[in-house]
């Protein structure tokens, strides 16, 4: 998919079922998310990462966060308990609507809605923290580096990135069909088989390209996790990324 035809998937995720599109629990389909117990999930989120941050002897500025690929806001709306104020950019206008509709801090947390492969919508070094999760993993890996260059662009000089992506599928037969994902021919064959449904497709990165990917844009790892927010059928991290 381009950017394009992500867009209007997520769009038709955010107009049919948002909460469970953005976290896809198995009793929580067809709108079966309770919304507080939805948010809650993003606030102990949110209080993880900062302590797994911290824990990593990083200490993080608290003025401005960016919650990359936000969706209706579920890491934003925690981010914001932590920092003066937060930036969720999102590709889908039906997402982002809800978003507001949920906006606790409507003058601390700001929406933007980005249908570029850039964050050009910021300056250089403006942000202290910068989280994206579950969302690179739903794009074609190029679009996914083109993200991370641009994190590493926006965060400031002692500014913290955290994000998550997948290296790759657990199974050869699924490892196999990645090359045919962004052809045509594959996006042929899921209109025929899944006709006007939104689908979640997922792209992974091998874990020593990120990494290669990150020190050619001025980012120094400073450590990798596994990470279980992925489809169980793929292999995930967590990058903890600071610039050099
Ligand atoms: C699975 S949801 C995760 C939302 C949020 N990160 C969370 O964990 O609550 C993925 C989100 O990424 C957004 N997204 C997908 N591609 C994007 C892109 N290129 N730029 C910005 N957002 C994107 C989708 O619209 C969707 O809201």
Redesign the pocket.
Same mark, same amino acid.
Request: aromatic fraction near 14%; charge should be negative; charged fraction near 15%.
């Given at each position: 998919m381009d950017?394009k035809e992500?867009?209007e998937n997520?769009?038709k #995720? @955010?107009l049919t079922d948002p909460f469970w599109?953005?976290?896809?629990w198995p009793d929580k389909a067809e709108n079966r998310w309770q919304i507080d117990e939805f948010f809650e999930t993003?606030r102990r989120?949110i209080d993880d990462v900062l302590a797994y941050v911290n824990a990593q002897g990083l200490s993080v500025g608290r003025e401005r966060a960016l919650? #990359? @690929?936000?969706?209706?806001g579920?890491?934003s709306q925690a981010l914001a308990r932590h920092f003066q104020r937060v930036d969720g950019?999102?590709?889908?206008p039906a997402?982002l609507t809800l978003a507001q509709t949920y906006n606790q801090f409507p003058d601390r947390v700001h929406y933007h809605q980005?249908?570029v492969?850039d964050l050009s919508l910021f300056p250089d070094a403006v942000f202290d923290f910068i989280y994206?999760?579950?969302?690179l993993q739903?794009?074609q890996p190029r679009?996914a580096r083109a993200?991370m260059a641009e994190f590493l662009r926006v965060l400031g000089p002692n500014g913290a990135l955290v994000f998550q992506i997948p290296a790759q599928a657990k199974r050869w037969r699924h490892r196999l069909i990645q090359p045919l994902k962004p052809t045509r021919l594959f996006r042929f064959y899921q209109r025929l088989r899944y006709r006007d449904q939104p689908v979640m497709n997922m792209y992974g990165i091998p874990k020593n390209q990120v990494v290669r990917w990150l020190q050619a844009h001025g980012g120094r790892v400073v450590d990798i996790q596994p990470d279980q927010s992925a489809d169980a059928l793929w292999h995930s991290f967590r990058y903890l990324v600071i610039k050099d």
């Open positions: 950017l992500l867009q997520w769009n #995720f @955010g599109s953005v976290l896809a993003g989120e919650d #990359f @690929g936000c969706g209706v579920r890491l950019v999102d590709i889908s997402m980005n249908e492969d994206s999760n579950i969302t739903h794009m679009y993200y």
